[in-house]
């Protein structure tokens, strides 16, 4: 007799429901009620079998990959990023495509990017006015999307750059609240009614998005320069074994991938950072101290390796999981975890928010204390922010370097002030979970 995790009891349209609506909130009831491991059945979306152990994670994360499909378990986003988006991919094809995807983002080319990402920062820092309010979360993705424009795409001034920067913002705001983030979760409601009905709103911004890629692509292709290092040019030189390159449909696809995955996740998690070190003045003064310590003309490379500044994005990261669990994992055999007997299809859904709120873990879960992290190393079974095993996400260091500079550069130059008092809590914002309000401040 196979012996699995206890299932929670409320029916699943309620489940989905709350799913939607509150995610941690669920997961936290739940883990109260039944344990760190339970399966939850989300109405036509399926039964997930959530692990908040991280004994169980770590034994998830040492399978041979082979033992799960997870592309299959993501197929909710291929209506966002495509078919051929390497978060669909299972198997040689995603072994395959992410050996392509993944020197652009490592080792000598951050150094590239480094510069340009602070340049940015200042930029859009600069518009702010003194006195004046502004949303947190807005200002970030001014910052971001700049960055996946420039940095992922290559694109720094011209028509198309600004038609689509233009579109790519209409987009990334169709899913910014929990009712309208319905629209990802409810086959139903994807039907194209014409131009003014969501769905079909969605699909011409998709299809314009589509078309100035694939323009941007052959201009590429007829007047390729070697000496650019953008991600999109190094991803058209970028070749398999075989000599097999990206078609221009896969190339496209990634592009999507790279800007939800890269422009909305950093955005939320920067909106985060500046609320917790302006809610806590030590942390505050600590970190300006430790910047300031660098000189003027520091260099970002130097900047991104400030232990206090790496705890204080630790610790953010840690506490506000961008997505509610990691990709979820279908058994394609059966397996034994954690004393449970799994059979193939059933779905093994890590929670980051689950362990990274493990009081054993880390006391006084709750507060926001950086120094956790300078006290000790955590294991990639305990730690988790971008994933784990073989779906970790590919840009994990371009994210953390963003992240830090960013920082940085707003801390070092502009003072800034919270302009609310009120508890800021996390909200569904499409797959993710956003600052509801996004953060409410000003230049002081």
């Known amino acids: 007799m196979s012996y699995l995790p206890p299932t929670v009891e409320s029916p699943p349209w309620w489940q989905l429901m709350r799913w939607i609506a509150d995610p941690l909130a669920l997961q936290a009831e739940c883990a109260q009620t039944y344990g760190d491991t339970f399966k939850l059945q989300l109405g036509k979306l399926g039964a997930f079998f959530i692990i908040g152990n991280p004994q169980g994670v770590q034994e998830i994360f040492s399978q041979d990959p082979s033992q799960f499909d997870v592309g ?11 078919s051929n988006s390497l978060l669909l991919a299972d198997g040689a094809r995603h072994q395959r495509d992410r050996k392509l995807l993944m020197p652009p983002f490592h080792g000598e080319r951050l150094q590239t990017y480094a510069h340009l990402i602070a340049q940015i920062t200042r930029q859009v820092a600069n518009q702010w006015q003194p006195g004046r309010g502004f949303i947190a979360r807005t200002a970030m993705q001014h910052i971001t999307l700049e960055v996946i424009l420039q940095v992922v795409f290559g694109l720094h001034e011209g028509q198309r750059y600004q038609r689509l920067k233009s579109s790519l913002a209409e987009l990334l705001d169709l899913t910014n609240s929990p009712l309208r983030s319905s629209l990802l979760f409810f086959k139903v409601l994807q039907k194209d009614w014409g131009p003014l009905s969501p769905w079909g709103w969605f699909q011409r911004r998709k299809q314009e998005i ?3 890629l694939q323009d941007e692509i052959d201009a590429r292709r007829a007047q390729f320069d070697s000496e650019r290092q953008d991600v999109l040019s190094l991803m058209l030189v970028a070749q398999d074994e075989t000599g097999q390159g990206m078609s221009d449909q896969v190339l496209k696809d990634e592009m999507i991938t790279l800007l939800f995955a890269g422009h909305e996740t950093t955005a939320t998690t920067l909106a985060w950072a500046l609320y917790e070190i302006h809610r806590h003045p030590t942390v505050k003064d600590k970190l300006g101290h430790e910047i300031e310590s660098l000189g003027d003309d520091a260099d970002p490379i130097a900047i991104a390796r400030l232990p206090y500044l790496t705890a204080v994005c630790q610790e953010v990261l840690r506490r506000y999981p961008v997505i509610p669990i990691l990709f979820p994992r279908i058994a394609k055999v059966p397996m034994t975890l954690m004393g449970y007997d799994f059979e193939p299809e059933m779905v093994l859904a890590p929670s980051a928010y689950l362990v990274h709120y493990q009081e054993a873990l880390y006391p006084n879960a709750h507060q926001f204390q950086p120094d956790r992290f300078l006290a000790r190393q955590y294991a990639p079974h305990e730690y988790f922010p971008f994933g784990g095993g073989n779906r970790r996400c590919l840009g994990y260091a371009l994210a953390q370097l963003e992240m ?12 800034l002030a919270l302009n609310e008092t009120a508890h800021v809590k996390p909200q569904r914002r499409g797959f993710t979970l956003s600052p509801e309000g996004g953060v409410k401040m000003r230049l002081s």
């Open 210 to 212: 589509d078309g100035l």
């Open 72 to 82: 299959r378990g993501n197929q909710l986003a291929e209506a966002l990023v495509g």
């Open 404 to 415: 830090k500079l960013v920082v940085a550069t707003v801390l070092s130059g502009y003072p």
